[in-house]
């Protein structure tokens, strides 16, 4: 988010001072106007800087956010970079509504439509445009990804390109970087959060007043906080009392969903990034250090000097130490992280008591057992043993205090 324009509050941008004079490059690049970069376009407009900084003998330090990104530029294999977003007036189907969509992803590649969630639009919309520009379903596509990546394995003359990276993670135990992050969004409120909602979606009205279709699945509408403050921004209580809890749930959604952002990288980690990881061998999964920030008052000793120090070694050619040597925080995050990832069966199933929809197997044994659907199920029970006045004013009750469920969500 940090590479729109303006809007430093909700993206979060670094401020000019804690940049200390050292150049930050891409954030601001994109106009809240223009269409979101893929991210092909960021690996591209990134490598192209890394080259420029490595060629000037500086040291280029990329700085996330989002996984995904990251990854892009870590690894060949992430990212599908031949195929690249494509204009709607290409597809117009791509347009289409989300049902419609998947609808005919259906058709096209089942094995991807099961995958996703049926209101993912942007996952649903990218899988059947895969398929659109080259004719081949993206499940294909990314089956011979995973053949491509068993090539070194099995072949050890395969040719690979030397691991020549250094990885920092910034870790926080849970219960200290949840009050973290809600103490960061009351900052941001005290900020001005509110008036770049307003901003943004007054940007929104005039783009859409000048007859452009504005895609609130992508780029900067992705925001954690607009979608969850603009209600409440554009159509205030007029009653002081019933504005402040407006105010407040809103706040409270938006702190739900940067808790749960946080815990979704933190799962990336786990499912995506330490298996790329272990596949470029044990240089690479030895380069992630893993920094204990729990403690603020212990940031200087547990995060500052450790990253000094290994960076110094690191770009002197000396030896590196052990990453799970670094503490004990160090040592069990990745003993954790580290264990094999069990691949969950993908199966699509909707629970019609809890209203939601699980994508795989394992999800749907988590949800059935959660305390969320057991109260739901508790709850419909009492109510199918309430009597109901019938249209001749007979007393009738429920037939059934059975519900039929189906199943949900799954990994990332």
Same mark, same amino acid.
């Given at each position: 988010?940090?590479?729109?324009?303006?809007?430093?509050?909700?993206?979060?941008?670094?401020?000019? !001072?804690?940049?200390?004079?050292?150049?930050?490059?891409?954030?601001?690049?994109?106009?809240?106007?223009?269409?979101?970069?893929?991210?092909?376009?960021?690996?591209?407009?990134?490598?192209?800087?890394? *080259?420029?900084?490595?060629?000037?003998?500086?040291?280029?330090?990329?700085?996330?956010?989002?996984?995904?990104?990251?990854?892009?530029?870590?690894?060949?294999?992430?990212?599908?970079?031949?195929?690249? *977003?494509?204009?709607?007036?290409?597809?117009?189907?791509?347009?289409?509504?989300?049902?419609?969509?998947?609808?005919?992803?259906?058709?096209?590649? @089942?094995?991807?439509?099961?995958?996703?969630?049926?209101?993912?639009?942007?996952?649903? =919309?990218?899988?059947?445009?895969?398929?659109?520009?080259?004719?081949? @379903?993206?499940?294909?596509?990314?089956?011979?990804?995973?053949?491509?990546?068993?090539?070194?394995?099995?072949?050890?003359?395969?040719?690979?390109?030397?691991?020549?990276?250094?990885?920092?993670?910034?870790?926080?135990?849970?219960?200290?970087?949840?009050?973290?992050? *809600?103490? =960061?969004?009351?900052?941001?409120?005290?900020?001005?959060?509110?008036?770049?909602?307003?901003?943004?979606?007054?940007?929104?009205?005039?783009?859409?007043?000048?007859?452009?279709?504005?895609?609130? #699945?992508?780029?900067?509408?992705?925001?954690?906080?607009?979608?969850?403050?603009?209600?409440?921004?554009?159509? @205030?209580?007029?009653?002081?009392?019933?504005? !402040?809890?407006?105010?407040?749930?809103?706040?409270?959604?938006?702190? #739900?969903?940067?808790?749960?952002?946080?815990?979704?990288?933190?799962?990336?980690?786990?499912?995506?990034?330490?298996? =790329?990881?272990?596949?470029?061998?044990?240089?690479?999964?030895?380069?992630?250090?893993?920094?204990?920030?729990?403690?603020?008052?212990?940031?200087?000793?547990?995060?500052?000097?450790?990253?000094?120090?290994?960076?110094?070694?690191?770009?002197?050619?000396?030896?590196?130490?052990?990453?799970?040597?670094?503490?004990?925080?160090?040592?069990?995050?990745?003993?954790?992280?580290?264990?094999?990832?069990?691949?969950?069966?993908?199966?699509?199933?909707?629970?019609?008591?809890?209203?939601?929809?699980?994508?795989?197997?394992?999800?749907?044994?988590?949800?059935?057992?959660?305390?969320?659907?057991?109260?739901?199920?508790?709850?419909?029970?009492?109510?199918?043993?309430?009597?109901?006045?019938?249209?001749?004013?007979?007393?009738?009750?429920?037939?059934?205090?059975?519900?039929?469920?189906?199943?949900?969500?799954?990994?990332?």
């Amino acid at each position: 988010m940090q590479l729109y324009n303006g809007l430093p509050i909700i993206t979060n941008k670094i401020p000019l !001072e804690e940049q200390k004079g050292i150049p930050h490059h891409l954030l601001g690049e994109i106009p809240l106007s223009s269409i979101p970069w893929h991210v092909a376009e960021f690996k591209q407009r990134a490598t192209t800087l890394i *080259d420029e900084i490595r060629g000037r003998g500086k040291l280029p330090i990329l700085v996330g956010g989002t996984h995904y990104y990251v990854d892009s530029i870590l690894f060949n294999d992430a990212i599908l970079d031949h195929v690249q *977003d494509t204009e709607s007036q290409e597809f117009p189907i791509l347009d289409e509504p989300t049902d419609v969509l998947l609808a005919e992803l259906r058709k096209v590649d @089942p094995e991807m439509a099961e995958r996703w969630h049926p209101n993912d639009r942007r996952k649903i =919309r990218r899988s059947l445009e895969i398929y659109l520009q080259t004719g081949k @379903p993206a499940s294909s596509h990314y089956e011979e990804q995973e053949l491509q990546r068993s090539k070194p394995a099995e072949d050890p003359a395969s040719p690979s390109q030397p691991w020549e990276n250094l990885l920092f993670w910034v870790f926080t135990q849970r219960e200290a970087l949840c009050e973290r992050l *809600d103490k =960061r969004i009351d900052g941001m409120l005290q900020n001005g959060l509110l008036d770049e909602v307003r901003e943004l979606a007054e940007h929104k009205q005039r783009m859409t007043a000048g007859g452009v279709d504005v895609d609130l #699945t992508k780029g900067i509408w992705q925001a954690i906080g607009y979608k969850q403050l603009v209600p409440h921004v554009l159509s @205030p209580p007029k009653d002081s009392q019933a504005r !402040e809890a407006s105010e407040k749930a809103a706040l409270d959604d938006m702190k #739900t969903a940067t808790r749960r952002y946080a815990n979704y990288q933190n799962r990336w980690i786990r499912l995506k990034q330490l298996p =790329r990881l272990q596949r470029c061998g044990e240089t690479a999964i030895n380069s992630l250090y893993v920094l204990d920030s729990t403690d603020v008052k212990l940031y200087n000793k547990r995060v500052i000097e450790p990253a000094t120090s290994i960076v110094g070694q690191f770009l002197a050619g000396t030896p590196l130490p052990s990453a799970k040597d670094l503490s004990e925080v160090a040592r069990d995050v990745l003993l954790k992280v580290g264990e094999p990832v069990v691949k969950e069966t993908a199966k699509q199933r909707t629970c019609d008591l809890c209203k939601t929809v699980l994508v795989t197997e394992e999800a749907w044994e988590r949800h059935i057992k959660s305390s969320g659907h057991r109260k739901q199920l508790k709850k419909s029970k009492r109510l199918a043993l309430v009597p109901v006045e019938s249209a001749n004013d007979s007393v009738q009750q429920s037939d059934s205090a059975e519900v039929d469920i189906g199943d949900l969500f799954g990994q990332p």
